[in-house]
């Protein structure tokens, strides 16, 4: 599978048109560190052939380990693998949009610190799950509210599965 990388913007709050999210699967075998200032990333190990830098600290992931990443957490991917299959998947959501989905479910997730990263390994539906989401979200005819609809569930998935 190449590099897939789709940009979708919407109509947030009446304000002009915002990016809402970046979605890409992707087998870049080495990023910089980097600080993320606008936007919280969510990102799903599709392999266990690379390490994760985060804040200062390096880790092997293994495949199914899902990341979260708020604004400010300095971070970086490394990889010696070579492969045509995406190593992870991740998705940037606007900080603004974030900031307003999750203050509307404080009372079903209140154990939830979007303010700290946090990573844990999915069990194997729930990654599936995910995954599936995601392929949804790359498909360019899936509608624009269909869009919203599951890029909201893959949100609260996220912490769902993370407080289970």
């Known amino acids: 599978m190449n590099s897939k990388s789709l940009n979708y913007t919407i109509s947030l709050l009446n304000q002009n048109r915002i990016s809402f999210y970046n979605m890409r699967w992707t087998n870049d075998k080495n990023s910089l560190n980097h600080t993320h200032v ?17 804040n200062g600290t390096r880790r092997k992931l293994p495949k199914n ?34 900031d307003n989905f ?11 610190n979007i303010n700290k990263p ?10 599936d799950y995910l995954c ?23 949100i609260l998935n996220v912490f769902f599965f993370y407080s289970i």
């Open 38 to 54: 606008d936007f919280y990333e969510i990102f799903i190990a599709t392999s266990s052939d690379f390490e994760h830098v985060f």
């Open 65 to 98: 380990t899902l990341f979260f990443l708020p604004p400010g957490t300095t971070h970086q991917i490394i990889s010696k693998k070579t492969t045509d299959s995406p190593l992870y998947f991740n998705i940037d959501i606007a900080r603004a949009y974030f």
């Open 118 to 127: 946090f990573s844990f390994i999915l069990e194997q539906e729930c990654y």
């Open 102 to 112: 999750f203050c509307s479910f404080t009372n079903l997730l209140p154990t939830c």
């Open 132 to 154: 599936y989401i995601a392929s949804r979200l790359t498909t360019l005819s899936t509608k624009e509210t269909d869009k919203t609809f599951l890029i909201n569930n893959f």
